[in-house]
Nanobody, 121 residues
Framework: QVQLVESGGGLVQPGGALRLSCAAS????????MGWYRQAPGKQRELVAT???????NYADSVKGRFTISRDNAENTVYLQMNSLKPEDTAVYYC???????????????WGQGTQVTVSS
């Protein structure tokens, strides 16, 4: 099992910045991908950014250039630095961890409970 604990959400004005943190614990194997997803009311949960255990990153077009994902493998923590925030960034942000155990091709998904980010004047 993997446990994910998120922090850093809150209320911010347009143009402001927040940094989200996600601390992972439990049975985390070397082959894993961590990331951030977000979901606004009435919308599907969407990918924000991911980062592999090797440091390869992927971003949604809507956040590219504004958000930066990073990780500290020694601490099993992933971060999302969010700059130049816009009202449309308002959502619940979820931390995600995909784990491949041993040589199995099946990935297991783990999720945090989410942290609210509200961008408003």
């Amino acid at each position: 099992q993997v446990q994910l604990v998120e922090s850093g959400g809150g209320l911010v004005q347009p143009g402001g910045a927040l940094r989200l943190s996600c601390a992972a614990s439990g049975s985390i194997f070397a082959n894993n991908v961590m990331g951030w997803y977000r979901q606004a009311p009435g919308k599907q949960r969407e990918l924000v950014a991911t980062i592999t255990s090797g440091g390869r990153t992927n971003y949604a077009d809507s956040v590219k250039g504004r958000f930066t994902i990073s990780r500290d493998n020694a601490e099993n923590t992933v971060y999302l630095q969010m700059n130049s925030l816009k009202p449309e960034d308002t959502a619940v942000y979820y931390c995600n961890c995909k784990v491949w155990r041993g040589w199995s091709p099946t990935a297991y998904d783990y999720w945090g409970q989410g942290t609210q980010v509200t961008v408003s004047s």
